[in-house]
């Protein structure tokens, strides 16, 4: 038992006295394992020593969790003693901090608060972390009128464990797998064997294993023996196909002609269970295209055709791929299609049709083709009209004061041999803009 301390001052030397007794009892020396047993600094409440196969353990880094934190991360339940990590940890003051001297020994002053503690003891002298040696030693008790004195802790030297992760389908070892042993902050990803190594101390840890988009992620308990070195083997299912998700079932269309926008919708992949569902439009006809991924909590999009007053088209046709995605990789995969064609919303101005009176397959210099404007208008009034011919800055007629549905002919002169793309533009009372056209050939 750790001697009682009833106050400051000479009762620490009668508690030492009384401590050394103890293990000098117990057949345990200074020179023995328990080492630097001297109290040299009265502020001291916990003291003790860090000692491995080779001796004292030197350069250690020992850090203070509350219990309750501690108990939780250290997911093995038990009474004091070894463990390993197995959750993050929290962020910590110099209070909660010690490192082992040449003689393994380490200490926490009373700047370190009343209460319960689970110790993390952690090799800093192996520069590769996934090789750090980390282990717990638990429930050890700071109290304000008790010194506590841990005779020695013996950490156990660290293990090899060899990890191979092979493809399920064929074995293959697969490279750029990335294997994490789960709150212990160790992760890497396999070369050109399709091998990490890690270096554990004896115990039982989870650990998880995947690759990217193309396979799935396994999870599994790995026991790290007592021998030097540990093997398993991971197996990865591939996804299917070119190793990308399939997309999702039931995938619709929705086409709203007053405001013109589409809703999709999609039912959730609960098997594949994707990061996040993606779509790509493309307009037909224009070659403009985007994608945009859509979170997984939707199993919809609102996709706006029409913007705008200058948004003068009278349709559109575009195509929308939607995917099952893990990355933006994703895209790559196979998707569900489908081609919606829209014409123009009514609140967007009125509806024009541009047709021919006198239609020839292809006309001369000289010759007259009547083209015809129709419109129409739900909502409201038609300001005016301009009669324009593509890429020519020039109007070649315009009227104002239209009605809200009404017709006009252009007599157009072909001027030439050529290609004339001859329009009308009506522009309503709030300044929406609908255009129609006929492209008239002519030739000898």
């Not at 993050?88 to 319960?116: C, K, M, W, Y």
């Not at 599994?220 to 093997?231: F, I, L, S």
């Not at 541009?354 to 129709?374: E, F, H, M, R, S």
């Not at 030439?416 to 929406?432: E, F, I, K, L, M």
């Amino acid at each position: 038992m750790s001697p009682h301390r009833p106050g400051r001052g000479i009762v620490w030397a009668a508690a030492l006295a009384s401590a050394l007794a103890a293990f000098w009892a117990c057949g345990i020396t200074p020179g023995d394992k328990f080492c630097g047993t001297e109290v040299q600094d009265p502020n001291e409440i916990i003291f003790g020593c860090a000692v491995d196969n080779d001796g004292p353990a030197k350069g250690v880094r020992v850090t203070a969790y509350v219990a309750d934190i501690g108990g939780a991360l250290a997911k093995h339940a038990g009474s004091s003693g070894p463990d390993s990590l197995s959750e993050p940890l929290p962020h910590i003051d110099s209070a909660h901090l010690a490192f082992t001297d040449e003689t393994g020994r380490f200490s926490f002053t009373q700047r370190l608060p009343v209460g319960n503690y689970n110790l993390l003891f952690e090799d800093t002298s192996e520069s590769d972390t996934t090789k750090r040696h980390i282990q717990w030693y638990r429930n050890v008790k700071r109290d304000p009128s008790q010194l506590t004195i841990l005779d020695h802790v013996e950490l156990a030297k660290p293990r090899t464990l060899i990890i191979q992760v092979k493809s399920q389908a064929d074995g293959s070892l697969l490279e750029q797998a990335r294997c994490t042993v789960e709150g212990a902050g160790l992760s890497d990803t396999t070369k050109g064997l399709g091998v990490i190594e890690f270096r554990l101390p004896p115990g039982r840890f989870p650990i998880t294993c995947t690759k990217g988009d193309y396979y799935w992620m396994q999870t599994d308990t790995v026991e790290v023996g007592e021998d030097k070195t540990t093997e398993k083997v991971f197996y990865l299912k591939s996804l299917g196909g070119d190793g990308f998700l399939d997309p999702p079932a039931n995938f619709l269309a929705d086409y709203d002609s007053i405001s013109g926008s589409v809703r999709l919708t999609w039912t959730p992949d609960e098997v594949q269970k994707p990061n996040y569902y993606g779509v790509r439009r493309t307009d037909i006809g224009f070659g403009a295209s985007w994608h945009l991924p859509v979170p997984t909590v939707d199993t919809f999009f609102n996709d706006a055709l029409f913007s705008g007053r200058d948004d003068s088209l009278q349709s559109k046709t575009v195509q929308y791929n939607l995917y099952s995605l893990r990355s933006d990789a994703g895209y790559k995969g196979t998707a569900s299609i489908l081609k919606v064609t829209a014409p123009r919303p009514v609140a967007f101005g009125a509806r024009v049709e541009v047709t021919l009176l006198n239609g020839k397959p292809k006309y001369i210099a000289g010759d007259t083709a009547l083209v015809v404007v129709a419109w129409s208008n739900a909502i409201r009034a038609n300001a005016t009209l301009l009669w324009r011919v593509k890429g020519r800055s020039d109007t070649l007629l315009f009227k104002d004061s239209l009605s809200r549905a009404g017709r006009d002919t252009l007599p157009f002169r072909i001027p030439g041999t050529g290609a004339y793309d001859v329009g009308a533009v009506v522009v309503d009372s709030a300044g929406y803009r609908s255009w129609g056209s006929l492209l008239l050939p002519s030739g000898l």
